[in-house]
């Protein structure tokens, strides 16, 4: 059981570039979440799902995509990186947030120079 | 919007000493708040949950509060040891479904 896990650890991307955070999960939760953490803030919601082919913005989506096909696995694409998403990202899933807690993968340093 | 705020940003103590971090939310209209830890580096990991019709939380030398009518929420650390180094996050979970709003941790750093 290896809960979330997220590649790559670190990243560093140029202006207008691309490119896909993976996350997936192996608990089987319906939940899954990206936050992003800039330094010596609090997490953020970029953009979260309730289940397979069901996404929905956080406070912070712009910028950012997502898709959910399958429930394990829950991809962020950024498109025409910019030097405010340098950040550290964040997968967490739940299973039923109400009552349970959010389980977290350990993060993706990106830099976009 | 719901804001959530921890006051001391960072923390300082020598081994042994029993701490309080605190932690303030402006909308008490919350499902349950969860104390969270961060080691530099690494994701969070749970430490305690208080559903909103609880008082208290307790695990091992750890014991969270919850007064939601105030807006306050204290996590309690008994008799502080070297590896309790790290940055304490608090979050609320605004409704049920989904998001939780985080504060800005705090950064305890235990003496030996």
Redesign the interface.
């Known amino acids: 059981n290896a809960g979330?896990t997220q590649t790559p650890k670190f990243r560093i991307l140029k202006i207008g570039q691309s490119m896909t955070l993976q996350c997936t999960q192996d608990m089987n939760h319906n939940?899954m979440?990206w936050y992003r953490q800039d330094p010596?803030?609090?997490?953020?919601?970029i953009y979260?799902s309730?289940g397979a082919g069901i996404t929905?913005k956080?406070?912070v989506p712009n910028g950012y995509n997502v898709s959910r096909s399958t429930t394990e696995d829950f991809p962020l694409r950024l498109e025409l990186a910019a030097p405010s998403q340098t950040s550290v990202y964040?997968c967490?899933s739940s299973f039923?947030?109400?009552?349970?807690?959010?389980?977290?993968?350990?993060?993706t340093r990106l830099t976009v120079l | 919007k719901q804001e959530?705020t921890q006051i001391p940003?960072a923390l300082s103590v020598p081994e042994g000493e029993n701490l309080v971090l605190n932690c303030s939310f402006t909308d008490s209209a919350i499902?349950?708040l969860?104390w969270?830890r961060q080691d530099p580096?690494?994701?969070?990991?749970?430490l305690l949950?208080i559903?909103s019709s609880q008082r208290e939380q307790t695990s091992g030398r750890l014991n969270a509060s919850l007064d939601k009518s105030s807006g306050r929420s204290t996590l309690y650390i008994a008799a502080s040891q070297p590896g309790d180094s790290a940055t304490y996050?608090c979050?609320v979970?605004v409704n049920?479904?989904?998001?939780?709003t985080?504060?800005?941790?705090t950064r305890l750093m235990v003496k030996p």
């Not at chain 1, 010596?40 to 919601?45: E, I, N, Q, V």
Request: net charge negative; aromatic share 18%; proline share 4%.
């Open positions: 979330v939940y979440y010596g803030m609090g997490l953020k919601l979260y309730v929905d956080g406070e964040f967490a039923y947030p109400g009552a349970d807690t959010q389980y977290f993968g350990p993060g | 959530v940003a499902y349950n969860q969270f580096g690494k994701g969070l990991t749970s949950l559903q996050l979050a979970l049920a479904g989904n998001m939780l985080f504060g800005g941790g």
